[in-house]
């Protein structure tokens, strides 16, 4: 694999694909299909599911379809965030604790300074709303999106 990287850079990555199929298995360099029913069985009223973006992925697609195959699809709100609409999203998430319904804030990357506030939002969330909420975050990895 030295010698590799040092005469062939470009084929370095399948190298060591190659040494990995052959010595581990097939299974270890390809990756696992994105399971969102699997997710959302995880998941839980106080924790928001994150779709990190990056180039040409279409979460919200995915999103679309797992609602209406959950009969959620009439119980979702969709809001994308940039100047403004910290507002709406913080009357949508209010609205969908009490009835239960879905909540998709696409692009939390463009609103950073909405950022604290949705936090604190999320950290206020307790175990006294519907048990049918779930908050669906969308963001391209930013560093104004909360660790927490």
């Avoid at 928001?48 to 279409?58: K, N």
């Avoid at 506030?117 to 999106?145: C, G």
Wanted: charged share 25%; proline share 6%.
């Amino acid at each position: 694999m030295i010698v590799l990287k040092a005469i062939r850079l470009d084929k370095v990555l399948p190298g060591i694909e190659n040494w990995i199929s052959g010595k581990m298995g097939k299974e270890f360099i390809i990756p696992p299909t994105f399971d969102l029913a699997k997710c959302y069985k995880d998941s839980t009223i106080l924790t928001p599911l994150i779709f990190l973006l990056s180039p040409g992925s279409d979460p919200v697609a995915d999103f679309l379809k797992f609602a209406k195959e959950t009969e959620s699809g009439k119980k979702y709100d969709s809001i994308s965030l940039g100047q403004e609409q910290g507002v709406k999203a913080s009357k949508m998430i209010k609205e969908a604790t009490l009835r239960g319904g879905w909540v998709l804030l696409q692009n939390c990357h463009l609103a950073a300074s909405w950022m604290p506030d949705l936090e604190r939002i999320v950290e206020d969330l307790d175990e006294n709303i519907h048990r049918d909420f779930r908050l669906w975050l969308t963001s391209m990895p930013t560093q104004s999106f909360p660790i927490s």
